[in-house]
């Protein structure tokens, strides 16, 4: 009976203690902004996002003639998924990453390269 009462306060210290864990780091990460990235999809794309984007003629003529925007180059490094088989990781000094993401009901790709001071986009395909 004893080690049962005891089983009973650990783990209603234990549950305890754990939502106070989550209340902080909740607070602690919608203030300073602090995102908690461990997949390699998240990473690479954290990784272009912290960068210079420029871009190829081609996107850039997309982006004159009204074809694409900014918001969706910034959703496509938000909300896409890497396609890691499409990609060549291995290249130097720039890596090339296929990016996917569904934008209006359909899957449109970004190809873009990413290299030490900056990232390029160099295709986008709706």
Known sequence: MAFIKRLGFYLFGLSIGLVFLT?????????????FCYF?????????????????????????NNAIDSTAIAFF??????DFGSSKTKTNPCKTYVIEAEIDGQTSI??????EEKAIVERIDF
Not at 23 to 35: C, D, L, P, R
Not at 77 to 82: A, F, K, Q, R, S
Not at 110 to 115: D, I
């Open 23 to 35: 209340i902080f780091f909740k607070n602690k990460s919608e203030q300073t902004g602090v995102e």
């Open 110 to 115: 970004m190809q873009l390269k990413n290299c």
């Open 77 to 82: 490094l938000n909300e896409g998924t890497i």
């Open 40 to 64: 390699p999809n998240c990473r690479t794309l954290k990784d272009i996002r912290s960068k210079t984007l420029s871009f190829s003629e081609e996107v850039d003529m997309l982006m004159k």
